[in-house]
């Protein structure tokens, strides 16, 4: 099993940052990719970007491209987001992910252990 624990949420008025850090423990060597995910009052999970664990190739929804950058420390088996320009619809509870067979991927069901998840409030 791996589990994950999110930090670094919080709030933030619009045009802001904030850096979230997703640190995992367990059986980390099964990890292959890891992804963050968000979701706001009376929406679904809606996929942000994820990672590939060994090679690092990324992937970003279109919303938040140019804006938030993920990357991954393997030594210290920490994911992160740094999330800038900040808008207020990005206000959500994000959720880090990891799974422990295949490449990133978009699809929340595609990963096999989440996080209890951090609260991002951006004002306007």
């Known amino acids: 099993q791996v589990q994950l624990v999110e930090s670094g949420g919080g709030l933030v008025q619009a045009g802001g940052s904030l850096r979230l850090s997703c640190a995992a423990s367990g059986r980390t060597f099964r990890i292959s990719a890891m992804g963050w995910f968000r979701q706001a009052p009376g929406k679904e999970r809606e996929f942000v970007a994820a990672?590939?664990?060994?090679?690092?190739?990324?992937d970003y929804a279109d919303s938040v491209k140019g804006r938030f950058t993920i990357s991954r420390d393997n030594a210290k088996n920490t994911g992160n987001l740094q999330m800038n320009s900040l808008k207020p619809e990005d206000t959500a509870v994000y959720y880090c992910?990891?799974?422990?067979?295949?490449?990133?991927?978009?699809?929340?069901?595609?990963?096999?252990?989440w996080g209890q998840g951090t609260q991002v409030t951006v004002s306007s």
């Open positions: 990672i590939s664990w060994s090679g690092g190739s990324t």
């Open positions: 992910a990891a799974r422990d067979s295949g490449n990133l991927a978009y699809n929340r069901r595609s990963y096999d252990y």
